[in-house]
T-cell receptor, first 113, second 116 residues
């Protein structure tokens, strides 16, 4: 699985968009980009994933660069409840194999008033 | 629908003891994975089980073992506890053991194990 690099921490004012970058310069053509988050003292929560097209769901948007070497998770209107550690993970979808998630240290997002 | 449940919530053990952690997956999910999360780090994969068979194992010593029951619940066992085993143990469930865009893993709240 390709390695990812994320900033250690970021701050965002409540109501503003939070843009969380992830570098995955060694990503291969069939690897997806997944985002999970972990709110303090809880288990990780799936947010969104994508291959090469931008994706949007009710939680967030995922922007993947054309060369796929980096991506940005966007929380359009951050709230205090979005304060969490955000993990960017790249993985090949391969049915029949152990679908383990390889977590890095993630980005600690602090949303403030 | 209930999410992934884990028991106990917290546990305190002493070095050398044995511990059993339990996990019940989301109804209909047949795969369970276990992760260890040491303070300040991301979760690390320990095991995955599907239909009672081990489908994957992370880089953990043989003191760690697990099993899955016919109702798809699972147990993680750790023998001869060390101080370094103190961590949050997370269980995740999914439909199958494969990895697909439909097969996200759903995590439980975890069991906080403290080894003294």
């Amino acid at each position: 699985d390709a390695k990812t690099t994320q900033p250690t921490s970021m701050d965002c004012a409540e109501g503003r968009a939070a843009n969380l970058p992830c570098n995955h310069s060694t990503i291969s053509g069939n690897e997806y980009v997944y985002w999970y988050r972990q709110i303090h003292s809880q288990g990780p929560q799936y947010i969104i994933h994508g291959l090469k097209n931008n994706e949007t769901n009710e939680m967030a948007s995922l922007i993947i660069t054309e060369d796929r070497k980096s991506s940005t998770l966007i929380l359009p209107h951050a709230t205090l409840r979005d304060t969490a550690v955000y993990y960017c993970i790249v993985r090949v979808p391969a049915a029949g194999t152990a679908s383990k998630l390889t977590f890095g240290t993630g980005t600690r997002l602090q949303v403030t008033l | 629908d209930a999410g992934v449940t884990q028991s106990p919530t917290h546990l305190i053990k002493t070095r050398g003891q044995h511990v059993t952690l339990r996990c019940s997956p989301i109804s209909g999910h047949k795969s369970v994975s276990w992760y260890q999360q040491v303070l300040g780090q991301g979760p690390q994969f320990i095991f995955q089980y599907y239909e009672k068979e081990e489908r994957g194992r992370g880089n953990f010593p043989d003191r760690f073992s697990a099993r899955q029951f016919p109702n798809y619940s699972s147990e993680l066992n750790v023998n001869a506890l060390l101080l370094g085993d103190s961590a949050l143990y997370l269980c995740a469930s999914s439909w199958t053991s494969g990895w697909g865009s439909y097969n996200e893993q759903f995590f439980g709240p975890g069991t906080r194990l403290t080894v003294l």
